[in-house]
């Protein structure tokens, strides 16, 4: 499936936020990476800037941000080089002061799916938070090449190809039209009796507001389904384990009758984080529920974060 820049398709593209922003298939596994990594190695996580089109930007944002942050007036110190001076629509156009520079509509990497403005990275190149995060990044084909050439360390740009070794492209690339699809962050809880199964909250509906966590999530009658979990556990002794199981319920019922393998994940004492995932098929009248416990009382789950995807074979 070909793509034109600010049209690409929504089946070539991926979310990555709870926000829905989006990014290429390939750049939004390598973005949740990068994600993971910077956590797992500094203790804090990226997110896209917001409010606005941060990550993926259609055809119709890329004229939208040119119009709020250009005008036609010339000023003092301008060029193309700079990033002061776009010519689009048979127009010069010419930065406002104060204002964020823009690419002509058209031509943005936004607008093909592969940038991402980074929130919180500092002032300068030494800050810390802009350090590390280039990093991790960088060693996943990000780039603030185009970025710093007019001064803007939160404008980072993927190759568009590059992925972890052995990860899959989000599911998202090939999608039938029936499809559902649940994500969430969850506030952080506690797991307090050892070897208890306790049921994880892991979505929301597409376009609902995350008012209160799915305990249990349904397909689109029979089907096909990829869930992706990412855990954060304080207070996991080294060598310990928790397990995650993912369960097949009737509807209406709170009897198991499908299990599907358990993932045992290794304890590090302090911060822990996981990722486990399943695939599978779910009949129609049956619900999909994720369990986890551990031989530990008390240990905290921090976060959770996850994303099942749903679609009809």
Not at 25 to 38: N, Q
Not at 133 to 153: H, I, K, P
Request: proline content about 5%; overall charge positive; some cysteine.
């Amino acid at each position: 499936m070909s793509r034109r820049n600010g049209k690409v398709p929504a089946a070539q593209r991926a979310v990555i936020d709870d926000d829905g922003r989006t990014l290429l298939a390939a750049s939004a596994r390598a973005w949740e990476w990068v994600c993971d990594e910077v956590e797992r190695r500094h203790g804090w996580r990226p997110c896209p800037s917001s409010p606005g089109a941060t990550a993926y930007r259609t055809f119709a944002e890329q004229v939208s941000i040119l119009e709020a942050n250009y005008d036609h007036t010339p000023r003092a110190g301008l060029t193309v080089g700079n990033g002061g001076i776009r010519h689009f629509a048979g127009q010069t156009w010419f930065r406002k002061p104060t204002k964020a520079t823009a690419a002509e509509p058209g031509t943005s990497n936004h607008g093909w799916a592969k940038a991402v403005d980074v929130a919180d990275l500092g002032a300068k190149v030494t800050d810390t938070r802009y350090r590390q995060f280039a990093d991790v990044a960088t060693e996943m084909a990000w780039s603030n090449t185009e970025g710093l050439t007019v001064g803007e360390l939160w404008h980072w740009v993927h190759d568009g190809a590059t992925v972890p070794d052995g990860a899959a492209l989000a599911p998202h690339t090939k999608r039938p039209a029936m499809t559902r699809t649940y994500r969430r962050t969850s506030e952080p809880f506690t797991l307090a009796e050892a070897g208890h199964w306790y049921q994880l909250p892991v979505g929301d509906a597409d376009g609902e507001t995350h008012k209160r966590p799915r305990a249990a999530l349904s397909g689109v009658g029979r089907s096909d389904f990829d869930a992706e979990l990412r855990l954060t556990l304080t207070g996991l002794p080294a060598g310990a384990t928790v397990q995650v199981r993912y369960v097949q319920m009737p509807e209406g019922s709170d009897v198991s009758d499908v299990r599907y393998a358990v993932d045992e994940l290794i304890g590090t004492h302090g911060d822990t984080f996981a990722r486990t995932g399943c695939k599978g098929t779910l009949p129609k009248g049956k619900r999909l529920i994720v369990l986890v416990r551990t031989a530990t009382a008390g240990v905290k789950v921090t976060r959770v974060q996850s994303r099942v995807d749903f679609w009809r074979p």
